[in-house]
């Protein structure tokens, strides 16, 4: 199993900005997408960006135009830049990669990591 490592998460002010890491215990192959999600106190887990192996990007309606998601293949890390961040950006972000090993589809997370965004 893949072991995914989150960081960059922590407190900041209404407005701010974070940038997450995810780091890949190692190379990936036959990725199918890679994501962010977050996950709010009482709620479901939510997508938050999602990019696919061919570059196909998405996001949520809620982050559009404040959030980029990117990857770094030479160091196996998935990128969360997060600017003008709100209050409801609150949440524990997870990291996530959906691959294919054979012709069986697995998903691996990481352990997540704590994003507060309070004056």
């Known amino acids: 199993q893949v072991q995914l490592v989150e960081s960059g998460g922590g407190l900041v002010q209404p407005g701010g900005s974070l940038r997450l890491s995810c780091a890949a215990s190692e190379r990936i192959f036959r990725i199918v997408a890679m994501g962010w999600y977050r996950q709010a106190p009482g709620k479901q887990r939510e997508l938050v960006a999602r990019?696919?192996?061919?570059?196909?990007?998405n996001y949520a309606d809620s982050v559009k135009g404040r959030f980029t998601i990117s990857r770094d293949n030479a160091r196996n890390t998935l990128y969360l830049q997060m600017n003008s961040l709100k209050p409801e950006d609150t949440a524990v972000y997870y990291c996530?990669?959906?691959?294919?090993?054979?012709?069986?589809?697995?998903?691996?997370w990481g352990q997540g990591t704590q994003v507060t965004v309070s004056s």
């Open positions: 996530n990669i959906q691959r294919m090993v054979l012709t069986t589809a697995r998903e691996d």
């Open positions: 990019i696919t192996s061919i570059g196909s990007i």
